[in-house]
């Protein structure tokens, strides 16, 4: 790891979608370029994993909380 880069825990859809109790489908759908504000992700090859704890992950979900 480089000095300085931040550690998140890197999960897939499945873990994503079990913590946030919505289905892998959802969680999918919300990647893929025709949603609105997409879900953001790091993409490599086909697999699309997320950075749980980052900044741009916090910041996608507090702007959906009401």
């Known amino acids: 790891m480089l000095p ?4 998140y825990e890197v999960v897939d859809a499945i873990e994503l979608a079990q913590r946030w109790r ?3 489908s ?3 759908e919300q990647t893929r370029g ?6 953001p992700c ?3 090859g ?3 994993r997320f950075e749980w ?6 910041e996608w979900w507090g702007k959906r909380r009401t």
Do not use: Q
């Open 4 to 7: 300085d880069t931040p550690n």
């Open 22 to 24: 919505v289905p892998v």
């Open 26 to 28: 959802w969680i999918r």
């Open 34 to 39: 025709r949603a609105g504000d997409p879900l």
């Open 42 to 44: 790091v993409r490599l």
């Open 46 to 48: 086909r697999y699309v």
């Open 53 to 58: 704890g980052s900044p741009k992950l916090a």
